[in-house]
């Protein structure tokens, strides 16, 4: 496990190379990507240069329009983006989606969609893991319901229709984000989590 770094903008490479100059040499690093922006082939292959051996796209977002209002869709750049990593020597960890219950993201047509558009337009890449982000772009839990119980419904719901479609379905979360969104801690070791693979948010850490 290593340092979760967020490229959060497009740029040329020489501008990641700049970004990433005081990037540790040591450690497992790897980054994810979650905006509107399309990477190109050489800023894969600049985060290669500089060290970085995985991978993980956002594949599936709540976005709020100007014009549609609350918009659930599978990310645009998803299948570019991991055959681009895939082709500058990057491990692929998998997709993770962002879709929000509190404005009605059903979790059956989150994880239909996404492996529909894996399977019909992302070629090899079709079963790689997918993980379920607990969390949003300011790290609250804006996109999550008031109440504790039906989030915790809905993950559990999830992960059962996910294991459907996927050989690996997981979680990325946080202590304090786990606890906002479902409240105790003691959820975690519930049933519904056995054998999920963890991704675990401490930024700051190895």
Known sequence: RGSQIKVNYTARSSHIAQILASTPSHGYLGFDYGKSDSLANTDFECMVQQGFTFFLQRGYVTWETDH?????????????????????????????????????????????????????????????????????????????????????????GFLKVCRKYFRTCGVLSSRSMWLKVFNEVSFSKASPFKDVPLWYSNDGSK
């Not at 020597?89 to 047509?109: I, M, N, S, W």
């Not at 379920?132 to 915790?152: E, M, P, Q, V, Y």
């Open 68 to 156: 549609q209002g609350i918009v659930h869709m599978v990310d645009p750049n998803m299948c570019a983006h991991l055959r681009r990593a895939d082709m500058a020597g990057l491990e692929l960890k998998g997709v993770y989606v962002q879709p929000e219950p509190r404005h009605d993201a059903e979790f059956g047509t989150v994880v239909t969609s996404l492996k529909r558009e894996l399977v019909n337009h992302c070629g090899a890449y079709a079963d790689v893991p997918s993980f379920l982000s607990i969390f949003d772009a300011d790290d609250t839990d804006s996109g999550w319901k008031d109440h504790h119980t039906l989030n915790r419904i809905w993950l559990e």
